[in-house]
């Protein structure tokens, strides 16, 4: 039976969102979820805390652990990684889930927005798997998964939001680089896309241009890197994946039960 029981899985941004569904997913097999974010107090306009997802998580059948993170500094990551390891006794899987968002042309794009997109998508990216490979190479199978889209020099995803684009293919550079690096310790790097448009709070900073009843819900996305995570990590690595396939994959044929609202037509989501 595949299950990610006793597995630790280290998450960025597991707070809300797409992180947290698949930390509830594997909080059900009884796996161990490290909640690597920054919200500890409730956000005015986003919901949830490290806090309560860690609640959440033990009240779905796993064990958590709540670790306040920037995971754009090198020193809280370092120690967030030790201090996972220490109270688990490792680290199985890591999850780059943490991301900024800024849908802005060049000229409406300010250097500090810049440099947070950079900073969390890619940089945090870099350190959080740099801090995590030391235990991942003595799991018995590790896996990272970022969640980037798959790379692709097509203009038209470069000129509308030019530096979004580069911090989100800077993750996905990572996958390339990581999975070709560690392939011969069996550690598995792939990278994991929304086939449609994920209704999750971030669509708040779209403005009313994506109705959430024409997305799909977290769960599919959850499902998927469950799917995934449960492989061996030889099989499958340096891939950029997308949810509905892998799902597809696996024998899935009903994915009506994955929409906000059945029957809708759906949302293809950003790089697709």
């Known amino acids: 039976m595949r299950s990610l029981k006793g597995k630790t899985l280290f ?39 490290i806090y309560s997802a860690a ?6 059948g796993g064990q958590a652990l709540a670790l306040q993170v920037d995971i754009r500094e090198p020193d809280q990551v370092a120690q967030a990684a030790q201090a996972a390891a220490a109270h688990f006794g490792g680290i199985d899987i890591l999850i780059n889930n943490a991301s900024a968002i800024n849908l802005t042309g060049t000229l409406d794009t300010p250097a500090k927005r810049f440099d947070l997109m950079m900073g969390v998508n890619m940089r945090g990216t870099f350190l959080t798997s740099q801090a995590c490979l030391p235990f991942l190479k003595q799991a018995e199978n590790p ?21 979004y ?65 449960t492989r061996p990590s030889r099989l499958t690595t340096g891939q950029f994946l997308l949810d509905e396939d892998i799902l597809r994959e696996e024998g899935e044929t009903d994915f009506e039960k994955y929409a906000v609202k059945a029957g809708n037509p759906l949302l293809p989501d950003l790089f697709l």
């Open 55 to 60: 609640e959440e998580i033990r009240a779905a």
């Open 143 to 163: 896996h990272i998964l970022m969640m980037s889209p798959p790379i692709t020099l097509e203009p038209r995803w470069f000129g509308p939001h030019l530096a």
């Open 11 to 49: 998450i960025t941004g597991a707070s809300r969102g797409i992180g947290k569904a698949i930390a509830l997913r594997a909080a059900a097999d009884g796996a161990n979820i490290v909640i690597a974010a920054k919200t500890t107090e409730p956000h005015a306009s986003l919901p949830g805390t």
């Open 165 to 229: 684009t580069m911090s989100k293919f800077g993750m996905s550079m990572c996958v390339l680089g990581l999975a070709e690096e560690w392939k011969e310790k069996g550690i598995a790097v792939n990278a994991l896309w929304p086939k449609t448009v994920i209704a999750t709070a971030a669509l708040a900073m779209l403005g009313d241009a994506v109705k959430t009843e024409y997305c799909r819900t977290t769960d599919i996305v959850a499902e998927a890197a469950w799917s995934l995570l």
